[in-house]
């Protein structure tokens, strides 16, 4: 069993509750052990960083502070924080202060790791195979990675053709049983941190990529990410409210969620009942039912 630092984030007891609860049981069923970075704060996404540059440092710095005494690498699964974090890692060794403020005290000795890495490595794919209850049976599905889990290249590591064509939930769909569908909007942002400044421009940015999406015939997105998850549902249900689009709602799911399915572990029943689009449809039809 490997031993992870984690840090959950603002969203794992909220919007985002189902995406850790999976998370969590996903990870435990293949022997990566989570131990939560005890009185964790907010890393300061997605606002922090654009208003103060000391608190884009110090506040994911004393989580890191914090991981590196327990001498554990660091898990964040939302992809704000694990950029956050992952920043501040490459950013704070050797500084101690900032406009005569002291930053905390962080060598480098951890690194910060994003799930997704973990989840499609060759031991945790052989280890999902194992131990397979039931396959996605073919449901046509488009993995969004958002803007944040691969850029940019020198804080995540990724680079060449994998900044614009990641594979890793890829990989792990396949796996579980799904028709990964080749689309342009991978990496594409979503616009979730414009929602309360720009919301057109968040509605905008958001309704291409599901337009795109629904003409590629696709049954669902599934992300891993929770702000993309909340803005790719509340955006959809918006702009239905308003008129201004008429087509029937795609669902959405974390890929933690379809693992934990097809794995057969976690309370599933709780979680997709709390979609703000149902997940019946895909679900069903694929006979997919948790209950």
């Known amino acids: 069993m490997t031993s992870y630092a984690y840090f959950p984030g603002c969203a794992s007891e909220g919007s985002g509750r189902e995406f850790a609860d999976t998370m969590e049981v996903v990870f435990h069923a293949l022997d990566h052990e989570l131990t939560e970075i005890p009185d964790w704060n907010c890393c300061g996404a997605s606002s922090a960083h654009s208003v ?3 608190l884009s440092l110090a506040l994911p710095g004393r989580d890191l502070a914090k991981a590196e005494e327990m001498g554990l690498d660091v898990v964040a699964p939302c992809a704000a924080c694990y950029n956050r974090l992952a920043t501040a890692a490459l950013e704070l060794p050797g500084q101690r202060e900032m406009n005569g403020e002291e930053l905390p005290e962080f060598h480098g000795n951890i690194k910060v790791v994003h799930p997704l890495r973990l989840l499609s490595s060759p031991e945790s794919m052989a280890m999902v195979a194992s131990k397979l209850k039931r396959t996605l049976n073919g449901l046509r599905v488009v993995a969004y990675y958002g803007c944040l889990t691969v850029r940019p ?3 995540t590591g990724v680079s060449g053709k994998e900044l614009e064509n990641p594979m890793m939930m890829d990989k792990v769909l396949e796996l579980l049983g799904a028709e990964v569908i080749d689309w342009p909007h991978k990496t594409s942002c979503c616009g979730a941190a414009q929602t309360l400044p720009k919301p057109l421009l968040a509605q905008n940015l958001t309704l291409e990529i599901v337009d795109n999406a629904l003409a590629l015939e696709a049954e669902a997105i599934v992300t891993g990410c ?5 803005n790719l549902e509340l955006q959809q249900i918006q702009a239905k409210a308003n008129g201004q689009r008429d087509q029937a709602h795609i669902p959405v799911f974390y890929i933690s969620e379809l693992m934990a399915l097809c794995l057969e572990i976690g309370d599933l029943k709780y979680a997709f009942k709390n979609h703000l689009i149902p997940v019946d449809g895909p679900l069903v ?7």
């Open 52 to 54: 103060s540059s000391f």
């Open 226 to 230: 929770p702000l993309c998850f909340l």
């Open 285 to 291: 039809s694929r006979e997919l039912s948790w209950r």
């Open 153 to 155: 290249s020198k804080v």
